[in-house]
């Protein structure tokens, strides 16, 4: 009887979040996945047209993937630019930071500088770095400096030569934070003896942080990485303040390409397939994090 | 003496080496500390400074002619209507909060200390809607939220942020709820605690840190959200502060006046709670960095 009583309790305590999370997120992705083999016009089921939407936006959509230029383009080629220059920055920027300011007395300040930007929401990050890109030299700081020493104003926003590596580069002044602060952690916890040995035995600082530091420290890094990875396949809100996706579709990312396609378009089984791509990129990067990590787990 | 006074000199050279070393250090932590302040800065000085000011000189010239003036603020507030944004964002944020917090924290008891047929392999099943991105559920939603009639409400908007929040909140508090002393639960059950009666007066008391950490990192989440926002609040005079931002940007692209103030406007909330809870806002989003 009282264990009757306490198994019902089990579900009564958990019922709520599960009916929740079943009506917003199982069920939906169930729709959303045969949304994917429609044409979904008007928001509703309409016509079933098996892969099409698949086929279509992997080889004949010029905005979602573009082979035919060197070098390729479109929201997935744009991702990639995303996952090798906003998290290589990241994670590059963030040891750098964690292991100079390791070594000065105003660390924490230099830290919450750093950190701030993780407040701030992507909208006003990307409005912030908008005042900095301004093509009028007399509002925009980087069209100034480059003023001083003679060069043109750029129009940074403006170009597709240069405006996915700004909205990058905004990115990464709001996202290194993170990367700091996990990475200064995991620098302190380092005991200080092992790099009081490498030093009296003569290695300097480059060679402490490649063969002591840097290998302690290689599980939160590949957190991180992979962290970061997942958080670019999603990135919509920084893109969608700073460019609306332009000029003609230049900085277009697939999370764009979803919001795009789905609610700009109407084309909202097209929009599906890109959702349920989406999915299916985060998936195997989640699954060889949990590899890793169980692995680094076995290892220690 | 004598030896001790070379000693000294040797030790000069060094510490003429390491103080030039320590030099570039210092230029190059302050060098880049700056750099991360200036963005910021820029935005605020533009949104203290006189129209006429911003677009004849740049903001960084500002102490060639300091001219401060709250005028901006005044006219996103009033004419561009942000005062009533602002309350918006809190309307929305407060209730998106607390919900997926209590909701959360229910399930993580039951998760951690109940026992029930299939809890370990539903549990696998909350970890793994961890990685469902928002994208997959937005549009069925919607329609969901106009088969209901909720569209004109807020309770559409609650609910989807509650949901998308749960799967983070059970796993955070329940990772913290099984690490409580076992003892301390067994002994309450046997002095026949209910429940209901151990999860608020013992799990509760003893996990607010872990709680606090939660609510900043969700408060923060919902402040911030763009997309969400954008696709089930469509009514203009129900929008929170992002898609009034976003709205204000498509129509004054270049009138940094406005935009500037506007930003500072989104951004004093979260600035708050930066400064104020640091503690806990580091902790918040360092652990929901997975999310």
Known sequence: MRRRVRRLQGFAFTAPALVLMTVFLVAPMLFTIRLSLDTGRGFQLREFIGLDNFVRLLTRDRLFLDLSDFPPSGAVFNNLLWIFLYVGLCVGLGLLI???????RY?????????????????????????????????????????????DPVSWIGSRDTVNYAIIVAAVWAGTGLAVVVFSAAIKSIPTDIIEAARVDGAGPFQTFRHITLPLISLPVSVITITLIIGVIKVFDIVYIMSRGGPNGASRVIAYSFFEETFQAGKVGYGAAVAVLMVLLIVPIVALNIRRFRAGETVR | MVRLGGAVRSSLAQRLVALTGRGVLHVVVIGIALVWLIPSLGLAVTSLRPPGDIAASGWWTVLGQPRFTLDNYAEVLSSQGLAQNFLNSLFI??????????????????????????????????????????????????????????????VGIWLA?????????????????????????????????????IFRRIIVPLSVPAIASLAVFQFLWVWNDLLMALIFVQQPSQQPLTVAMSTLLSTYGQEFNLLSAASFILMVVPLIVFFSLQRYFVRGITAGAVK
């Open chain 2, 161 to 197: 942020h509650t949901a998308f929040g749960l799967p983070f909140a059970i796993f955070l508090l329940r990772n913290f709820f099984v690490q409580l002393p076992r003892d301390l639960i067994e002994a309450a059950q046997m002095d026949g605690a209910s429940s209901l009666g």
């Open chain 1, 98 to 104: 964690a292991v100079l300011a390791d070594r000065v």
């Open chain 2, 93 to 154: 944020t407060v209730p998106s909060t607390i919900l997926p917090l209590s909701i959360g924290a229910l399930a993580a008891f039951g998760f951690a200390w109940l026992r029930f047929p299939g809890r370990d392999w539903i549990f696998l099943g909350v970890l793994a809607m961890m990685i469902i991105p928002i994208q997959v559920s937005l549009v069925p939603s919607l329609l969901l939220f106009r088969t209901l009639g909720l569209t004109g409400s807020y």
């Open chain 1, 107 to 151: 660390e924490s300040i230099v830290k919450s500088i750093v950190f701030l930007p993780q407040a701030i929401s992507a909208t006003a990050v990307g409005v912030i770095w908008l005042l900095i890109y301004a093509p009028n030299a007399r509002v925009g700081l980087l069209n100034a400096g480059l003023g001083a020493v003679g060069v």
